[in-house]
């Protein structure tokens, strides 16, 4: 049997859920199709950390610059798709925090001296479980359980194939596999595009018995809220797609981390998370240059902070919209 959106996104993490559900706000109908099961946006933080992720990644101003304005879109996507937004801000522990305030103040974030460190007011979070479940919900937004096969252009639109034999037809057509290969039948420019795409395999370690009123950062680990207490995380491991935790690693994840909090806790079950990433860091978000067919890929570690703006832009893109000022900066033809 087949079945005809108005949109088809392939893949429900961050990236394709917010996509889908800024869609569906304009009216479309949209067919998520998702093999089920935890993704990279699923083991994370949920992070909204324009301010820190400048300062640990050592970014320019344009890029800072960039990551705020994302920010700053997502008390009216909170409001407008039921997600609560957290806006305790966070700390960061290392030497040198006059140094570190320096360069914060001068990329225009907030930041006072704390104790070890320094404490900013422009970082935010989500609690993951929630929110994907709230974007899941949202109005115009269908959501099937399946593993795309193969895609296809036929004239003006465009056919998923399931593994189980089941066929969409739409018009516009959203990649939003993460670090997934190319899917087969992808015309070769944009294959090459997605299989670019460095995988980056993560570790996030719940603990339990310990709380924490905001996030906590350091060189290399850090500790934020969860539901069920905190989680420590997360390593980077480029080039790496398998699921298998390594409990060395986990443990000593999980010291690093408490140690950072000074406590103690129980440690839970390690989840392993492969994100993707491209050479300039940004994801590849908008038009492919295949026509119908639309990019939601690859914000390494930002796919919480970058979820909304990448939704626009993508938006814009299917509708023929003027893109937004930031659209170039995501181009994914930009590296073409």
């Not at 569906?24 to 933080?45: E, F, I, M, Q």
């Not at 310990?210 to 680990?221: D, Q």
Request: glycine letters at 12%.
């Amino acid at each position: 049997m087949a079945f005809s959106p108005d949109v088809i996104v392939i893949g429900a993490g961050v990236l394709g859920l917010c996509t889908a559900a800024e869609l569906g706000a304009r009216g479309h109908s949209v067919t998520v199709l998702d093999p089920g099961g935890a993704n990279a946006s699923s083991v994370a933080a949920g992070m909204i950390a324009p301010a820190l992720e400048s300062l640990l990644e050592d970014v320019g101003p344009e890029r800072a610059a960039l990551l705020k304005r994302a920010r700053d879109l997502w008390p009216d996507f909170a409001e407008a798709f039921g997600l609560r937004l957290y806006r305790e801000g966070a700390e960061w522990r290392g030497e040198d925090a006059d140094e570190a305030i320096r360069r914060l103040r001068a990329l225009g974030f907030a930041a006072t001296a704390s104790a070890g460190g320094l404490t900013t007011s422009d970082d935010w979070r989500v609690e993951v479980g929630p929110a994907l479940a709230a974007l899941r919900r949202a109005s115009g937004v269908s959501i099937i359980r399946g593993r795309a096969a193969a895609v296809s252009g036929e004239g003006r639109r465009w056919r998923v194939a399931a593994e189980d034999g089941r066929v969409w037809f739409a018009p516009a057509l959203v990649l939003a596999t993460g670090a997934e290969p190319a899917i087969a039948g992808l015309p070769s420019p944009v294959a090459a595009l997605v299989d670019a795409i460095t995988p980056i395999r993560g570790q996030l370690t719940p603990v339990t018995g310990v709380s924490l009123p905001r996030v906590v950062r350091a060189e290399g680990v850090y500790a934020a809220p969860a539901e069920t207490g905190v989680v420590i995380g997360a390593t980077m491991e480029p080039g790496r797609r398998d699921l298998t935790p390594d409990a060395a690693e986990a443990e000593a994840q999980a010291r690093v981390g408490l140690a950072l909090l000074g406590a103690s806790a129980s440690v839970g079950p390690t989840r392993v998370g492969v994100r993707g990433a491209t050479s300039d860091g940004l994801p590849l978000a908008g038009p492919s240059g295949e026509p119908g067919l639309h990019l939601a890929l690859a914000p390494r570690r930002n796919g919480w902070l970058l979820g909304p703006l990448v939704a626009r832009v993508v938006a814009d893109g299917v509708e023929g919209q003027p893109p937004a000022a930031e659209a170039a900066a995501l181009d994914p033809l930009r590296f073409v």
